[in-house]
């Protein structure tokens, strides 16, 4: 039977944690987990419901099964991130790794492996809440220019001059990001794939270059022969322009 549950809160802590999973034990594993810790927990069996939970509430944080029985949660996924929620998947049968890119891909944050401790699931709720509050902190104030660039941190907008916005997925503005705050500088992939919030095995280190060369066709002249995001043999990658900060109003 699908479910919807919400759990207290039990602590001033004003976080509030989705999970999507059609696994009741689950979600009720991941929830009192997660409740003891004090966060405000609300759990759906199917991405119908949690769409209409989104709705209503504000979620900062959702987890989300890729299994969802008959429905793809990559669809899950996508719906949560284009809203702007951050998403850890959680995989199990899926072990594909073409499943896991294509959910950092189109906007999750990190993901799990069944089977998982609560400590790492735990520390990877907290390291990802807190990066979002980082991250909105400091977007209250930067904007980026570069060439004729102009990245508005606050909005999530990239827009060139006589061309106008450029759309940019969660990764691919997190990547941009990276790069702006460190010109000049040659960033390995590790780096790269922290910053891009791409954690975990190191088969994924070449998800680092799909995004790389999904930007590159974004903001480059020529992708093929890039003037920005230039490789740097044996140590990565190094963005080659001049980077200025502004203030949102600037």
């Known amino acids: ?39 405000h927990v609300t759990t759906a069996s199917d991405g119908g419901q949690a769409r209409r939970l989104v709705l209503r509430s504000t979620i900062d944080l959702a987890i989300v099964d890729l299994n969802l029985g008959r429905e793809d949660g ?28 294509v959910g950092l891909e189109i906007g999750a944050v ?26 909105g902190t400091s977007t209250r104030r930067a904007c980026y220019a570069f060439a004729d660039f102009r990245l508005s941190l606050n909005k999530r907008q ?19 990001v990276a790069f702006l705050r460190s010109p000049k500088q040659a960033l390995s992939r590790e780096h790269l794939l922290n910053e891009s919030r791409v954690h975990g095995e190191v088969v994924f280190d070449r998800s680092i270059d799909v995004l790389i060369l999904r930007l590159r066709r974004k903001i480059e002249d020529c992708a093929a022969r890039p003037a920005l995001i230039k ?8 963005f ?11």
């Open 1 to 39: 039977m699908n479910e919807i549950k919400s759990v207290q809160r039990l602590s001033v802590q004003d976080k509030h944690v989705l999970i999507v999973d059609d696994d009741r034990d689950m979600r009720e594993m991941l929830s009192d987990c997660l409740r003891k810790n004090g966060y």
């Open 74 to 101: 990559l669809h899950v996924v996508r719906d949560l991130a284009s809203q702007g929620i951050s998403v850890i998947i959680i995989t199990g049968n899926r072990v594909d790794e073409a499943d896991k890119v």
């Open 110 to 135: 990190d993901y799990l492996t069944k089977p998982f401790g609560m400590r790492e699931f735990l520390a990877r709720v907290r390291a990802k809440l807190r990066r979002r509050h980082d991250k």
């Open 158 to 176: 990239l827009r060139r001059e006589k061309v106008g916005d450029i759309p940019l997925s969660a990764g691919e503005l997190n990547l941009l």
């Open 231 to 238: 490789t740097v043999r044996n140590a990565g990658y190094v």
């Open 240 to 250: 080659d322009a001049d980077v200025v900060e502004q203030s949102e109003a600037s």
